[in-house]
């Protein structure tokens, strides 16, 4: 059971992990390319 337990939430920091580094990856290539890309993200549901 703790076996099971233990693979449980080594899978689960392993996800938190690799989200969390795709995020600062996106947060670092806006800040050097000015992609547009929170622009883009701020638009998304108004009516223009």
Not at 10 to 23: C, D, T
Request: proline share 0%; aromatic share 16%; net charge neutral.
């Amino acid at each position: 059971m703790l076996n099971v337990l233990s693979s449980f939430f080594q899978f689960l920091s392993n996800i938190v992990i690799v989200i969390a580094s795709v995020f600062i990856y996106f947060n670092l290539n806006e800040k050097k390319h000015f992609t547009g890309t929170f622009e883009r993200i701020d638009t998304l549901g108004k009516i223009e």
